[in-house]
DNA sequence: TCTGGGGTCCTAGGACCC
DNA sequence: TCTGGGGTCCTAGGACCC
């Protein structure tokens, strides 16, 4: 039977943390980072009902003497870093998933640091001493499990659900738990009287399945009976790019659909060349005031990367969107997305003033240059540096492998 | 009183080809 | 004479995750 070699390392409301970390005027208070929409709540405020991604009004009511800061994007990434440094103490196979958790194998490091609960131990307490923050370890046979585990530690815990304890450990815990269980999933697996894991795991693959879609039924299936095991991926390749802006409410016409379009096409662009690749596909997502949204994509023969051809597409494709829902007098958000991505830049003669402005960029930052669109937005109702944050986080992939050119510890 | 920005994967139907 | 089966690609929408 598989050892437990397998850490899921999972920092306890990051945002909040790092908050209460550089204001200790805040510790043991519900705080939430944010505004308009929670992205973290601490403990405090979670106690209270307040979740990340409700609106700020509700959390408000959920929790009146609730504190919102305004968020510290560039400290979040800093100090999720040098979390990710701590963990590579232990060993080279870390797949981080997010800016504030990750995944490791230590099979290969027992002989230097010992049994893999004792790495988790030691990781959760040279975080909390050097860095300040609290981190939850889950430890288990497969990367599924030790996610589990995680949750079930936290807050500021440890679970290690030795080989061959999966079942007693996982039959007990709610559905929801499981990585892809959510609302509606819940739903429908409670309406047939399926609660807990164990009750998953005991209903036949074809019920599930018949409940679910063959694919999900499939997948949560062998989740149940930890039955997934996938291995840590040191780097990936995405498989999309996009932006996407809030609006408010706003009244699409034409010079909107220029302008926010193209300060999207012209981020999407500027990172697909910064990595050096191309796509295919663009899709455009618009959404309208009750929160419906729909999309419309098209797929062209020749990759496309420059900003100038991404924003003309976007703009034909909202206009379709658009076209198809007359009764819809304003939307509230705009998205652009671009995948079946390849390598490859565009043709050199197309390629040069984005070159240009690259450059230029590189030197004197952002604003400096780019398509009117950029340049006269102006301001956004969200910061620079939440952006960067995010887009940090979408593009993780490591381009170190341990397989090739890291000596082996064993 | 309606909510951010970044992603992944799955499903279903239709076009098209052999 | 009116119709099989399989595969691939594309589009639109939805669920989910951090």
Redesign the pocket.
């Known amino acids: 039977m598989a050892r437990a070699t397998i850490l899921h390392a999972?920092l306890d409301a990051?945002y909040a943390s790092v908050e209460q970390l550089l204001d200790p005027a805040l510790l043991g208070r519900p705080i939430a980072v944010?505004g308009?929409?929670?992205?973290a709540a601490s403990y405090e405020a979670k106690r209270a009902g307040v979740r990340?991604?409700?609106?700020?009004?509700?959390a408000r009511r959920l929790c009146p003497d609730l504190t919102f800061v305004g968020g510290h994007f560039s400290e979040y990434q800093r100090l999720g870093d040098a979390v990710m440094d701590v963990l590579g103490d232990y060993t080279p196979w870390i797949e981080r998933?997010?800016?504030?958790?990750a995944f490791l194998d230590v099979a290969g490091s027992v002989h230097l640091f010992g049994e893999p609960a004792e790495m988790a131990a030691a990781i959760r307490r040279r975080v909390r001493d050097e860095l300040g923050l609290p981190i939850s370890v889950g430890v288990a046979t497969t990367k599924h499990l030790a996610?589990v585990a995680s949750?079930v530690a936290k807050p500021d815990g440890l679970v290690v659900v030795d080989a061959g304890e999966e079942r007693a450990f996982l039959d007990p815990l709610p559905v929801?738990l499981?990585?892809?269980?959510?609302?509606?999933?819940?739903?429908?697996l409670d309406q047939q009287g399926i609660r807990t894991i164990g009750d998953l795991a005991a209903a036949s693959p074809e019920r599930v399945?018949a409940l679910?879609?063959?694919?999900?039924?499939?997948?949560l299936g062998a989740l149940a009976v930890n039955a997934d095991p996938r291995p840590i991926e040191t780097s990936?390749?995405?498989?999309?790019?996009?932006?996407?802006?809030?609006?408010?409410r706003r009244v699409p016409s034409t010079r909107l659909l220029r302008t926010e379009l193209g300060f999207?096409a012209d981020?999407?662009a500027t990172?697909l060349r910064a990595s050096r690749q191309a796509g295919?596909?663009v899709?455009v997502?618009v959404r309208f005031?009750?929160?419906?949204?729909?999309?419309?994509?098209?797929?062209v023969a020749e990759p496309l990367s420059t900003t100038h051809a991404l924003a003309d597409l976007s703009v034909r494709?909202a206009r379709?969107?658009l076209a198809?829902h007359p009764e819809e007098r304003e939307i509230?958000?705009l998205?652009i997305?671009v995948?079946?991505l390849a390598e490859g830049s565009p043709p050199e003669t197309l390629r040069a003033l984005d070159d240009a402005v690259d450059a230029v960029r590189a030197k004197f930052g952002r604003g400096a240059v780019g398509n009117a669109s950029v340049v006269f937005r102006g301001a956004?109702?969200?910061p620079d540096a939440?952006?960067e944050l995010?887009?940090a986080?979408?593009?993780l992939a490591g381009d170190e492998d341990p397989a090739s050119g890291h000596q082996s510890l064993d």
């Open positions: 999972d990051f944010g308009g929409v929670v992205l990340s991604g409700i609106p700020g009004w509700r998933i997010s800016i504030d958790e996610k949750q929801e499981l990585w892809g269980v959510g609302p509606k999933t819940r739903g429908r399945e679910l879609g063959s694919a999900t039924g499939a997948k990936r390749r995405s498989r999309s790019m996009g932006a996407q802006s809030a609006l408010g999207l981020r999407v990172r295919r596909t899709t997502r005031r009750d929160l419906r949204s729909v999309t419309r994509a098209e797929t494709l379709k969107a198809d509230t958000l998205a997305s995948s079946k956004g109702r969200v939440f952006r995010a887009e986080g979408a593009e």
